[in-house]
């Protein structure tokens, strides 16, 4: 059974671009609710550790800097079926790949600065959305 909550970052790249806003616009014409928000920082050792699934990839140590190297804004969203749905919006991790109209396809400007980040799974959206708020955070 899908819960209703996803969780999503706007990566470096995007929010450097000044593409938060028109991304933010997409999610919620798509019927995303947001349920938390904020701008924030990630150290190089803190997106290591929100990416520690990906240790042993060769992209890991690139990924971490560029997780770093500016502000990300972190959500938490909420639709019948996020998870899923959500994935839809972004678009394949590849722009390259990415159907036309997703939020990769307009946006990304490569595989690694790919401009947003989508849970792959409910018990992730769980993990991923607590790494970055309390519950008290979110409405
Ligand atoms: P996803 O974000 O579409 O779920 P994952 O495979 O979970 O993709 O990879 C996490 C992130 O790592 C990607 O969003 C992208 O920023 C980066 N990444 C994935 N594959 C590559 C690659 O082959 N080269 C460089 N960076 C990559
Ligand atoms: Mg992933």
Redesign the pocket.
Known sequence: MPTNKTFTMI?PDAVQGGNSGAIIKMIEEAGFRIVAAKKTKLSAERAGEF?A??SE????T??CA??SSGPIIPMILEKENAVADF?KL?G???PANAEEGTI?KLYAQ?????A?????SDENAAIEGSFFFAHTEQF
């Open positions: 990566k990416y699934v990906h990839r060769p992209f890991y690139d990924l560029y997780m994935r972004i394949a991790t590849n990769r490569s595989v690694e600065a790919n947003i980040h989508g849970s792959d």
